[in-house]
């Protein structure tokens, strides 16, 4: 348990009838990134709520870098630094000072609370724009600042909520190499995401949320074995070529009305020249033919069918698959 | 570091991050300076003729003994007025993600709220000297004021400062939006409309006078004028007293409660 830097087990958290987290279990070790990866509404945000004592769990309990959640807030509140998913800065005041308000906060001295604000504004190259309102920054500087401010107290355990959702591709790629240096220093990161991508980049351990409890939790390629593939997807025009084709390839699934049929596909070429060879044996020609990787579609698709089926009601296992495709 | 220099240290740093909000932002509080300083000039000039019959010593209007008569009750406005500025500037405020980062920062948990008092306080006071020197302008004159009595003028205003300060705090911690806050801000400045500050108490409807007498509002304006003006304070000073007292703790513990409780 010593070198764990969360460990939780069942959290619990309800609002009236609506239960947003159902019992979830977590285990991060020291000096690691572990990412929480869901849906919109899966109870993300909440998780990282109740970890860092902004919001008290319904029932389970916590320890966060070694201290009770419950019984020392003020101990675990001194080892963690939040960045929330909505910009944590006081937009009224300049960047730079919302760096001296978290030096001071965190009771620096003068001159050592103007070396670190100034070493993490250069670092997070927020200097030409620190005597701005925050509230003029782009979405990236703010994402930026916020970090740099979350950094001003030196904290073991840093928890990230959606660091990068609504960032432009160069600022999504410059937080992502932020994050990779903040773990070369021995802190722990916990990191919320709704992209599969950037839980693989990151992450050492993935956990996957959904409908309030951990649907699986593995390292990033142990989650990849889970996903069943991609597909290939082939469309026809002709309802003669589209009967021919799907009692050509039994492995295949079908929509007649949109003529299209899904074959399952490994991603490899050989595969796809297996099934092309099989078309051309069949003389089938499709009008289209578009090769579908795994995405987090397919996570949540693998890992939430099963229970939606056969026990939950069937809005449960809709609602997370509705959410993704936006 | 112990918990008291703590707190003190936690505060003054929010303190000083609310006085810059209003130091860049000041258009808030100017513009509630403007109601009590219209009204001041409204009554004066305009309904001043007709109001002021009566309070001199002789029967027909005495616009001098009007003024007299007006400015302490505008004082006590004045803040009502600022205090609106608080509400909606807490309640603005707790939108903003900063606050949760607060939340979850090893920092004395009352100093988000405190920073914010002490700077609507202030700016109370600075209003208050605001009004007062516009009062001084147009002829208002106290003859009689000892230092000590100035001195417990001041203290009054501070302390009503205090207590309608706390109570805004806790209707801006319960407003959704700025524009809730200023409505459920609004008796804050009412409640001085239906108080001694205009029309002497007995000029109203007998079954109305008890509401007016002993509201937050009458025995404050009546023990300032008491002391600015020498006239009698009687039961008001103990009344101002305990009202200040008594809205200073319910708002502290409303406010707290309500913030310490989990946000949504």
Known sequence: ????????????????????????????????????????????????????????????HARVAGHDLATEPQAVRAAIGVTGQFSAVDGLITG?????????????????????????????????????????????????????????????????????????????????????????????????????????????????????TIAAEGTPDDLKRLIPGGHVRLRFTDPGAYRAA????????????????????????????????????????ADELTVHTPDLDDVFFA???????????????????????? | MSTLSLAVRDSSTMLRRNLLHARRYPSLTLNLLLTPIMLLLLFVYVFGNALSVGIGGGGGPDRAAYIAYLVPG?????????????????????????IARFRTMNIHRGSVLIGHVVSSVLQSLASTVLV????????????????????????LLALFALALTWIAVGMGLISPSAEAASNNALPLIFLPLISSAFVPLHSMPGWFRPIAEYQPFTPAIETLRGLLLGTPIGHNGWLALAWCLVLTVLGYRWSTATFNADPK
């Open chain 1, 1 to 60: 348990m010593s070198d764990l830097a969360i460990a939780a087990k069942g959290l619990r958290k309800s609002y009236g009838d609506k239960t947003v987290l159902d019992g979830i279990d977590l285990a991060v070790p020291e000096g690691t990134i572990f990412s929480l990866l869901g849906p919109n509404g899966a109870g993300k945000t909440t998780t990282v709520q109740i970890l860092s004592t902004l919001i008290t769990a319904g029932g389970g």
């Open chain 1, 96 to 212: 730079a000072e919302n760096m001296r308000l978290m030096a001071d906060l965190h009771h620096l001295g003068k001159q050592e609370g103007q070396r670190v604000t100034a070493r993490l504004l250069e670092r997070f190259d927020l200097v030409e724009a620190a005597n701005r309102p925050a509230s003029t920054y782009s979405g990236g500087m703010k994402r930026r600042l916020d970090i740099a401010m979350t950094l001003v107290g030196s904290p073991r355990v840093i928890f990230l909520d959606e660091p990068t959702t609504g960032l432009d591709p160069r600022s999504r790629h410059t937080m992502w190499q932020i994050i990779r240096e903040l773990v070369t220093t021995g802190v722990t990161v916990f990191l919320t995401t709704q992209y599969l991508e950037e839980a693989d980049e990151l992450a050492h351990r993935i956990a996957v949320l959904n409908n309030g």
């Open chain 1, 246 to 285: 799907a009692a050509a390839l039994t492995a295949a699934t079908g929509d007649e009305t949109a003529q299209t049929l899904h074959v399952p596909h490994d991603g490899t070429q050989r595969d796809l020249h297996t099934l092309l060879t099989r078309l051309d044996a069949a003389g089938i020609t």
């Open chain 1, 303 to 326: 890992l939430t069918d099963a229970p939606a089926t056969s026990a939950d009601a069937p809005a449960n296992g809709a609602a997370p698959t509705k959410e993704t495709v936006r």
């Open chain 2, 74 to 98: 505008l004082l006590l406005m004045t803040i009502g007025s600022t205090t609106i500025g608080t509400a909606v500037s807490v309640s603005n405020d707790m939108t903003e993600g900063i």
């Open chain 2, 132 to 155: 007062a020197a516009v009062g001084l302008a147009i002829g208002f004159r106290t003859t009689h004021a000892t230092p000590l009595e100035w001195l417990a003028a001041l203290g």
